[in-house]
């Protein structure tokens, strides 16, 4: 059976959201030390369902999907690949 990884918002990660009632909203992360990335459309609705407790991945695409009003199956390799970035920046933790 293949372990299914969980991910959560790093504990040292700081934030900010931009824009919240609007299309454009953003959302600027950074750990301490490091250039802050900025994240917008689809980035920061991953964002948003990301927590300080770990989820695992299929649970996260699903409560995308759901505020997206898409299939699951339509996003998920692109929410892989946005968890995978976030991870090797630092700013999401998986177990």
Known sequence: MMKTAS?????????E?????STNARVVCAIPGSKAIV???SGTLIWEVLTKDFQTESDLVNQI????????ELISE???????????SGLVETI
């Open 39 to 41: 994240l917008s459309g």
């Open 65 to 72: 999907a759901n505020r997206a009003e898409v299939p699951p």
């Open 17 to 21: 959201y931009f824009d919240t009632n």
């Open 7 to 15: 991910y959560k918002i790093a504990r040292s990660c700081a934030y």
């Open 78 to 88: 692109d929410v892989r690949a946005t968890l995978r970035r976030l991870t090797e």
